[in-house]
């Protein structure tokens, strides 16, 4: 078998832990931003988007290609909002949970490379595309050889640290995906340009 071929195997394989997730809840409390989340944008913005998200998941690929774009330049690089990624990993569990250990594994400043790659493959991918060719792409923009990156994605803390911001969600009453939140409270419906912007306009002091 190929290194990537046994990367690829490696990653599947340990997913087992990933999949022991808590129920859903009824609560909407998001836990904190920490130094662990993924962060795009200025830490002193004063309006927080949190978007939970699958690398698997149509509708949060779409949201990437066609809505980031106008919204990053509009609020993020303005220093109006920060926007802080958050996994969710949807069916097909192994590769959604195994490219969310790879994005937590990127070097620092390139989680979003590797998420945009993950994201722009994703119709290959959902095609019946090579999932090897899926995951060499991504971790080619992560800052890490092959074999860091499987170092770093064998060691359980990085596994245990997924599984904890999935259950986090679920207790927060996340159960979909994309599923945003702004300063704390859920968007309702499509988070289309013009939602988010109308959210972000409600949550900014002084408006």
Known sequence: MSPSGRLLLTLLLALVPVLAMAPAASAQTLPPVTPADRVLGR???PVTVVEYASFVCPHCARWQSEVLPTFKARFIDTGRVRLVYRDLPTNPQNFASAAA???RCA???RFFAVAGSF?????????????RVWFDNAIAQSGLTKDQMQACFAD???QASLT????AALAAGVTGTPS???NGRRLAGDPNLEALATAVAAATPGS
């Open 43 to 45: 830490a002193d913005a």
């Open 101 to 103: 250990l790879i994005g």
């Open 107 to 109: 070097a620092p400043g």
């Open 119 to 131: 994201f722009a493959g994703q119709p290959a991918l959902l095609a019946g595309g090579e999932g």
């Open 156 to 158: 359980p803390a990085r």
């Open 164 to 167: 904890a911001e999935v259950n």
């Open 180 to 182: 945003f939140f702004v």
